[in-house]
């Protein structure tokens, strides 16, 4: 059983488009973070959220975590091809923060 | 080094071999973490560590799967009697460590082929 579901598994657009990527559970997390990782490397995170709806901001990136902390959203405006790579959402459960929950993963191609 | 380092970067070995892979966190991290991660998919946890104490080795697949920090820095995830389905990228990563918002930093892997 997956804790974390990712959709869609493979996203490709054009450069521009608009995107959302889903991170859904039916267990509520301490914080839940996302990683962007480029092929040959390793996950690089991106934003950590902790609070139940809130909203963070990275430039053309969006992420919200539900009122419930069970789910996140990544909103991606007007993608470009250097944003291309796998989106992973990882969460932490209360009492055991260290040991992170990954989702499976989103991988994403923006063609030029 | 400035970041998390990782050695071999490859290892191929022959069924039934041992091998040992070695994760040098940043300087100064107090918590390490070993993941295996199938192309293409997020990380699978293994165990990690505290200083030199293996706080969690849940992930473990199996009793041929061990790993040690005995300095609290420098880690060893040692496979035993290796098999073709211990195949995959392993990753090792080091954080801080410091309350609920800590960020951990990936090394580049080790990528082990069992034949």
């Known amino acids: 059983t997956q804790l974390l579901e990712q959709s869609p598994q493979f996203l490709s657009i054009q450069e521009g488009e608009n995107l959302t990527v889903y991170c859904n559970s039916s267990?509520?997390?301490?914080?839940l973070q996302w990683y962007r990782q480029e092929p040959g490397e390793g996950p690089v995170l991106l934003v950590t959220?902790?609070?139940g709806g809130e909203v963070k901001k990275l430039k053309r990136l969006t992420f919200q975590f539900g009122d419930a902390r069970k789910d996140s959203s990544l909103h991606i405006t007007a993608a470009q091809p250097g944003d291309t790579g796998l989106y992973l959402c990882?969460?932490?459960?209360?009492?055991?923060?260290?040991?992170?929950?990954w989702g499976l993963g989103t991988s994403l191609a923006v063609n030029p | 080094g400035a970041g998390v380092s990782q050695s071999p970067r490859y290892k191929v070995t022959k069924r039934g071999q041992d091998v040992a892979l070695r994760c040098d966190p940043i300087?100064?991290?107090?918590?390490l973490y070993w993941y295996r991660q199938a192309l293409g998919q997020g990380p699978e946890f293994l165990t990690y560590?505290?200083?030199?104490?293996?706080?969690?080795k849940s992930g473990l697949p199996n009793d041929r799967f061990s790993a040690e920090r005995p300095e609290g820095s420098i880690s060893t995830l040692t496979i035993q009697r290796t098999e073709q389905r211990d195949s995959a990228m392993y990753r090792c990563?080091?954080?801080?460590?410091?309350?609920?918002?800590?960020?951990?930093?990936f090394g580049p892997g080790t990528r082990l082929l069992v034949l």
């Open positions: 990563a080091s954080s801080l460590a410091r309350g609920t918002q800590e960020t951990q930093y």
């Open positions: 300087s100064g991290h107090v918590s």
């Open positions: 560590f505290n200083y030199e104490a293996q706080q969690d």
């Open positions: 267990s509520v997390f301490s914080s």
């Open positions: 959220v902790v609070t």
């Open positions: 990882a969460g932490a459960r209360a009492g055991n923060n260290r040991k992170l929950i």
